[in-house]
């Protein structure tokens, strides 16, 4: 049978993709492309196709193995073949861990809070923090799961007691935990200084966003002039030779004492739903950049 090859393929299996993924497809078609979509119906079907030389990807988008262990075996497939991946299993495994993140990000120079690596529960129950690390965090501080991730699932934003390290750590029992100091962003107009950053395939995208409201606003030219916000850009460059992901976002706050502060070290699958459609979205212009984007890097990162 002769082989079948599309230019891009999707992994994706959140129903609030749909429309990014039909983004995709319309831009690759628009760029002469073909598209594939890969959904848990269609799942074992591609895998047999792909492992009996019946189909095959130029380049390859991975949206769905970090969350569904089914599509592993794809991921891991696709890693060991010629496709261009967009995001390779296992910087996405890696990039995840927001503990070996944190210190990575510390050996590479990154700012980052001040934070307390602890144990799995599972592995030890009791905590030995010293009086000064616990100082060292301030109150209130933030409890979150090094692996457990996505809408801030288990993450506790306002701990102040050693109490409540141990009740929050017997909820994911046998992932690590980051204790870690709570950043004070300063204001910069009617702005708060907190940002998403988007990099994508080498290109750098700087949102405002707000932590409690979750609200997307792109940062203008003039806004980056006037508030020097141009670290952002050179922190992203480093924050992408750590974690070796090709699209990703990041967490950065510009803390009134300290400068820039990497909060959110890695967000290895951005969220990519529409503003038009929720509030609390990625503007629509700059999910179209986004799409522009990849589909652009997989055409011309294949040939």
Known sequence: MEQQK????????WEFDADFVYGLEYECLRAGMTSYRVEPHNLQETLRRLRGGELCFDAFLDRASDAEESFEPLARLLAKSKTLVLNRYESLIRARDKATMHLALLEAGIPVPY?????PYSKKQEIGLSLSELAGLGRPFIIKPANTTGGGVGVVLGAESLKDIIETRKHHQNDKYLLQQKILPGRFGNSKGWFRVLYV???IIPCWWDDETHIYRLVTKAEEVQFHL???RRLMKKIAQ???LDFFSSEIARDTKSGFVVIDYVNEVCDMRLQSA???GVPDSTILQIQQILVHHALNGTH
Not at 115 to 119: A, E, G, L, Q, V
């Open 6 to 13: 599309f230019s891009l393929g999707i992994a994706w299996n």
């Open 115 to 119: 934070s307390i690596i602890i144990s």
């Open 201 to 203: 395939c080498g290109i």
């Open 230 to 232: 141009a670290p952002l």
């Open 242 to 244: 750590v974690c070796r």
């Open 278 to 280: 929720h509030v609390d």
